[in-house]
């Protein structure tokens, strides 16, 4: 084979092409493979290649130089090639003058763009103007200008103290106004004033929303209310104002709050599927511990929860998750508030025994009561959100010391949940005593009168609801007279 070698960037020798096309024409196609070890695709090529070059484009096939140089067209060519584009198709006459359909469209538009400006000289007037008789007058250099000048390109120019005008304009009529006014968009003064604010010029004050003493006074209850207790969210905000007679919505709640730090937290919530609920007080109560420490020392909280109302009967604070903490908890909020029919813990150990029958399952089947084991904590999940409620609203907002300050402080969040927070599962109205007392209809009432609700649990407008008075019980066999909750005998 000859010639058949490649350079060293892998490409054939520039007058490769040449020889295997001519081979080719005269011997054929195979003979110039075998001769030159070239495929055929890549002869094919080449002969197509090569009747596709225009005459003339580079030296012809004997063996002058192979590269491209440009062609200059004559302006005889051009004429020639565009009178013919007259009488037949653009395709047509680029074909047979030797050129692009590109460079034909070209010339073309060339040759279109100097007769028009040859036939319009915007220096003299139209001969075309003076032969019809029609008079032509000179134009004003100004009125020319404004004429030509294009639409939209410049806008109006105000003097400073026009602008000064409007900017005064907008502190007393408002930026819409002055904006019509002085015939600009209300952006554009908005760039006045700014401008002038920033050259320390008399510009108005940014305007914001002026609020009523009314509106001012309900933001005041609505941080008042909240940093009593900062465990509420915005919901429970507005139910406690509610209660106090003072109307407003979440929304209102919520931005006052967040305007103030709040945060609302991120919490995960689940779909509850499967639900229950107590048709009276004490026919269901919930027991759990809550296990908080006090700087090393573990403490746990015993919580006594109503299932109808949501009432805490009863608590206690100890060092362990004892079975007589339980006993003694549970016989005193049985003697303050009555024997449940059921009560329902988990398997703790101070509830529950595995092999036997503990110490407070035998209590309650002395009373009577019937105990509800929960398998799952789903079950007793009443009190199971209480606890969090408990640690978000007291425990994660305080520190105690002792023992002693932590029992006081139960004490008083217990009685202000039962008798002054409204509950949500409640309707959003409603605290726990008013379902566990029976006042729900005259709290209502109230309610949609407008009146505000007093927190007192001994509020005496409310003494319709029902309480044991007098109670005789027997502990260990010795008798015990109660009244109103206080021990007598």
Sequence with gaps: MEGGSKDEKGQHPPDLQRLVVAEAAGAGIRAAMERYGVPYGTVRMWQVQEEKRPEGDGADVDGADQSRTWRVHSPEERSAALEDLESMDIAAAAEKHGITVQTLRAWRRDSAELADSDDDDSSAPRDSAADNGVRIEPVDPETWAEISRPKGTTGKRYTPSQRADAVADASVTGVAAAARKAGVSRHTLYLWIRRARQAGGDAPPPRRWEQTETQQQRDLEILHEWHKQPGLGPMQIRSQLRRRGVRTSVHTVRRVMEDNGYRPPKVESHAHHERYEAMRPNQLWHLDFVHRHIHIAGTFTLILLDDHSRYVTGSEVGDAERADTVLETFEAAVTRHGRPEAVMTDRGSAFWAWRG?????????????????????????????????????????????????????????????????????????????????????EVMRRLESGEPVETDPHDPCLDARLLTLLQVVSRGGEPEVWLLGKRLL
């Design 357 to 441: 029958i503990g110490r407070f399952t035998r209590l309650l089947e002395e009373m009577g009561v019937d105990q509800i084991v929960a398998e799952h904590k789903e079950l007793n999940g009443k009190v199971e959100v209480f606890n969090a409620n408990l640690a978000k609203e007291l425990f994660n907002t305080e520190r105690f010391d002792d023992v002693g300050r932590m029992r006081a402080a139960l004490a008083e969040h217990l009685h202000w949940y039962n008798h002054q927070r409204t509950h949500q599962a409640l309707g959003g109205l409603l605290v726990p005593a008013d379902r566990y007392y029976g006042r729900v209809d």
